[in-house]
């Protein structure tokens, strides 16, 4: 739970506003905090500490989703619609050092989901909607990496490789189930992928030739839209076609991380050399610094820096992630009083916009 008063506070005011930040805090001996995504009307969040331990956050504070026996950490990496199945992985080290991806639920604790056939070692990343469709990689012997659906009825199968290529990694799953992304070697470098049942793996290619990889992180609740970047750039692609978004002004590069449900929102951040800065995109505001355009809709930032922006809710009301409050890392929870689907459709003030597009670190 959230034991300093800063975030009882924090805690508070979002209790009587639904217009807030709040930090996800820390449990006792905790040093830093990270929020990884949010459920499908913000009551949840996965949430990771200290690299060490993996956490389901409500308004109530943080639950610890546990470490089996042998094990020296979890991770919690996404969460379904309903917030009661979360996906990671699980560190072991007896009786040797490895890695199993596992699916944990409110009523069974957590479970590991094993790895491929031949695979040593796997890692969990995404669930859909309803908790039943999960992928990650799974580990081969020389420690190449194999994307992987798994199943409650059909356990761990693998999405294969790109023409050519020897590895892949699943990142995400749609709301619906339907679409698996991530990334895939090829013998031209890394390229962003899409999977369906009826399709198999796709290659999403590239914004321009001379970007030499591309990578894939979100998708939208249908599947339809892709989130990621290519080269140094942070682009969609749409029913397969890519398009730019882009950074902020100066960034060295920019990575578009999250969707809405619909797909019209992206959430991300630009990079400035190694410092991050979480950002939003939509095709009236374009890209946008969240530091300084939350405070536009009425979001009180005293005290924080936002880095990452991790993940949108399915209804648009609430964004998780990650950052600095007074100076120490922590996640952070967004509550809006409307979707930001609805308010991003509205265009800012050209003053706010010009503000907005600064990198809130100079």
Not at 14 to 35: E, K, M, R
Not at 246 to 260: E, H, Q, R, V
Request: net charge negative; glycine share 16%; charged share 15%.
């Amino acid at each position: 739970m959230c034991l300093t008063a800063a975030c009882g506070m924090l805690a508070l005011a979002s209790s009587v506003s639904a217009q807030s930040i709040t930090s996800i805090g820390l449990p006792p001996g905790g040093s830093f905090s990270g929020a990884s995504a949010v459920s499908a009307r913000g009551s949840a969040v996965a949430a990771n500490v200290d690299m060490a331990t993996g956490y389901r956050w409500t308004s109530s504070g943080l639950v610890d989703i546990g470490t089996p026996r042998g094990a020296y950490a979890t991770s919690a990496e996404d969460i379904s619609s309903h917030g009661s199945v979360m996906v990671g992985s699980i560190f072991f080290s007896f009786p040797e050092e490895t890695a199993r991806a596992h699916r944990w639920t409110a009523s069974g604790g957590l479970q590991d989901l094993g790895v491929l056939p031949g695979g040593v070692a796997s890692v969990g990343s995404g669930v859909s909607g309803d908790g039943n469709s999960v992928t990650g990689y799974s580990f081969d012997e020389n420690f190449n990496t194999i994307a992987f659906r798994w199943t409650p009825g059909g356990g761990m199968v693998s999405l294969g490789t790109l023409p050519g290529g020897w590895t892949s990694e699943g990142r995400k799953v749609s709301r619906d189930g339907s679409t698996i992304v991530g990334m895939a070697g090829t013998p031209e470098g890394d390229r962003a992928f899409v999977w369906t049942q009826s399709g198999g793996m796709g290659d999403l290619g590239l914004l321009s030739p001379d970007d030499g990889s591309s990578s894939a992180y979100g998708v939208s609740g249908d599947g339809t839209v892709v989130a990621g970047f290519s080269g140094a750039n942070a682009v969609i692609w749409t029913n397969g076609i890519v398009q730019e978004i882009g950074g902020l002004p100066n960034a060295t590069n920019s990575i578009a991380y999250t969707l809405s449900d619909d797909g019209s929102v992206v959430g991300g951040y630009s990079f400035f050399g190694f410092e991050a800065t979480a950002t939003l995109w939509s095709q009236s505001l374009g890209t946008v610094d969240l530091n300084t355009y939350l405070p536009t809709l009425g979001v009180d930032l005293t005290g924080w820096e936002l880095d990452y922006t991790r993940d949108i809710s399915a209804d648009g009301t609430t964004i998780v992630g990650e950052g600095l409050f007074n100076g120490e890392p922590r996640g952070w929870v967004v509550k809006l009083n409307s979707s930001i689907t609805v308010l991003a459709q509205r265009k800012m003030d050209p003053m706010q916009s010009v503000a907005a597009s600064q990198p809130h670190h100079d």
